[in-house]
C-alpha cells in the first residue's frame, strides 16, 4: 500500500520560512516523479512544483519561483519543499503527489496516482 505523509506544517508570520517533508512508502521512490500541491480555502487545488527521480529536472509555478525550493532524498525517500519569504496568499492545505512512472509532466499537471492528505500551512500578515 503506497503511503505519502507530509509533516511541517504550521503557523508562521509572513516574511518567514518553513519546510515541508513527505515520507513515502509502498512505492519505488527513486523512479517515481514527485511533486507539491496545494489548495487554499474557496479554491481549486493548484500546482506548486515537482522534481525528476533523480532530482536534476525541476519545476515551479510561478507564484512560487525564487522562493520555494523543491529537493529529494532517495535514500531516505523524502522528498522537501523549503519556503522562504512567506506571503499571506501561500496559506492552504499542502499535499505531496507522485508518479510512479517518473514523468514530471504528470505530476505538474496533477494526474499523479498517488497523493497524501495534506498537511496545513498558515502565513499571518
Given at each position: 500500500q ?9 503557523l ?6 518553513l ?14 516523479a ?20 533523480t ?22 525517500n ?5 519556503m ?42
Amino acid at each position: 500500500q503506497v503511503q505519502l505523509v507530509e509533516s511541517g506544517g504550521g503557523l508562521v508570520q509572513a516574511g518567514g520560512s518553513l519546510r515541508l517533508s513527505c515520507a513515502a512508502s509502498g512505492l519505488t521512490f527513486s523512479t517515481s516523479a514527485m511533486g507539491w500541491f496545494r489548495q487554499a480555502p474557496g479554491k481549486e487545488r493548484e500546482f506548486v512544483a515537482a522534481i525528476s527521480r533523480t532530482g536534476i529536472t525541476t519545476n515551479y509555478a510561478d507564484s512560487v519561483k525564487g522562493r520555494f525550493t523543491i529537493s529529494r532524498d532517495n535514500a531516505k525517500n523524502t522528498v522537501s519543499l523549503q519556503m522562504n519569504s512567506l506571503k499571506p496568499e501561500d496559506t492552504a492545505v499542502y499535499y505531496c503527489t507522485g508518479d510512479r512512472w517518473g514523468h514530471v509532466w504528470s505530476v505538474v499537471a496533477g494526474t499523479g496516482l498517488y497523493w497524501g492528505k495534506g498537511t496545513l500551512l498558515t502565513v499571518s500578515s
